[in-house]
């Protein structure tokens, strides 16, 4: 009895096993399994191990492939480079050439081969003609070369086209147009040349273009603004010319618009009505050859919160309705030909975060309006028409600004003591090509924040224990006190100690005597300038320590000696100038 149903035990097993094994060998079509195959093949080194896992005939079981259950046909094939699991990241790596055989796996509707990093070969040509139910194409972060093939404007139910980040050439296909399923096409970052198509105004269902980093020529579309679901645009760092057109105003779903790094011209086109472009939160313009006013509807577009129109030919007023985009948080006006005050609605702006209004032609005085900026940490206002004469104390009083930059402002006499207690605490200044009498204050080495100081021009230092008190602990990693009348200290005693300092730009002072071997603790200088001193004796071959060291001016001094052999180690340093020492060549004979 037992033995009996022992017996039937094991046959039950065996019909379930055997129900099992008939999965697993489960044969898939004969097309697609030529070409998995034939895709396998042409990868030589796979670090994720996942097609080495691809044997058998069962290809439906195979890491990253899925089938449709009815008709046993590879649907699917997810090969991403980035792999993360619950607990862990992995950046995987394919190297190779994509087989055009992968389009005999005729049915498959996503491919997703993207950042394997080194895929390389060409996008099949018949793409198009052979895998009519591709849905997603994800061949970005590879080394594919080549054009987009024409017959891509054939995949009617494609949606997502990415191929950014490979060695793409040619140009846009026209066919493109034809997707009216498209909802992505992200082609940045490749060399694709000519024209942005006409055609391109039919992608009635884009939500997002990216061709940034191209080499893009023309004009824009002039009918752009008929995508009417479209919410990002990125045509940035290209060579597009001729006027931002006219139609852009009327995308109503756009919410990132980059149109900067290239040669557009002409006047900014929107919004010509209240409403246009509502939606709009990032907008970039700059470096561009635009010109004109900045339009004084631009306070309209209330979304707005980053904006950036520097470096163009932009003249005219800053207009006051800029005070009512009170979402705000960053504008790059700098760069431009801007005259006139800034205006008081300035101060409206909550939200404001950064201002950089520099190298205009902005007239004082500034309205007292800015000290409500409440959150303002960032304000370059340097080299305009501002003749600011002193220093304002009221805006060293915004509790967030910590990073001031009021260079070529016209400002005279001493450093003024209140910039020792401002709220925030200041972490960069830029007090260059002032009118800055005086000596450099004790308490400026106190700023523990103070990373980043630029101060040239007239300040004076001819006592020793000035740079000592100055600079004796801190946080300094980039120091330009170039084009001064310091005559000796900082070198001598007090950098020694600002162990982080990463820039050091003493040139064109009236430094003498002998470099300190405590240059060498500056273990982090990766710029050392020296150069137009009168700095005498042998080069400091403590600097031979100082590994991290790429640039070294020490030309236009009195240095004398033999160049310390020391300076070999430096493997770094890309450049070196001794010029103008009395150094004595290596192989001179005197
Ligand atoms: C990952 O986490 C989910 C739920 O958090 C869990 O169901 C799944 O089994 C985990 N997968 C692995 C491979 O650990
Ligand atoms: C847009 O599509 C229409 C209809 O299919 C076609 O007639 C037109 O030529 C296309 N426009 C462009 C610029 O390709
Ligand atoms: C700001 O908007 C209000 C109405 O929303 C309008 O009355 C005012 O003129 C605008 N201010 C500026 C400076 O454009
Ligand atoms: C302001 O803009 C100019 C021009 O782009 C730039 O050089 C400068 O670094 C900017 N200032 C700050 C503080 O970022
Ligand atoms: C140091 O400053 C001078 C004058 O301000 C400038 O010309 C030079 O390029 C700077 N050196 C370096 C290495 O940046
Ligand atoms: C370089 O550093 C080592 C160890 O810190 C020190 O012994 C040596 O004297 C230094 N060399 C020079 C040239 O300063």
Redesign the pocket.
Known sequence: MTSWLLWLVVVFTMIAVGKGKQNVHQECHPNDLKGLASFKAGIHVDTSGRLAKWVGHGCCRWEGIACNEATGRVTEIRLPGFISTNDSVFQSQMRGLLSPSITLVSCLEIIDLGGLIGLAGRIPPSIGLRLPNLRKLYLYGNKLIGPVPDSIGKLSKLEELHLYENRLSGSLPSTLGNLRNLKQLLLYSNELAGMIPDSFTNLTNIVQIDLHSNILTGHIPERIGEMQVLEKLDLSKNLLTGKIPLSLANLNSISEMYLDSNHLEGEIPFPSSFGQLSSLSFLRLDDNHLTGRIPASFGNMISLQRVSLENNKFDGVIPSSLGNLSALTELYLSGNLLSGQIPESVGQLSQLIMFNVSHNQIQGPLPHELSSLQNLQTLDLSFNHLNLISFPKWLAQLPSLSRIYFAGCGIQGEIPDFLQATPSPIQELDLSSNHLTGSLPAWLGRLTQLYKIKLFKELTCFKDPCFRNAFSDGSLTYVDLSDNYFSTGIVQAGVGSQTGIQYLNLSHNFLEGRVA?TI?RLKSLQTLDLSCNRLGFNLP?????VSSLEKLRLQKNHFTGRI?S?FLKLTKLKELDLSDNLLAGEDSCG
């Open positions: 071997t060498g071959e403590a600097l031979a320590n310390p020391g």
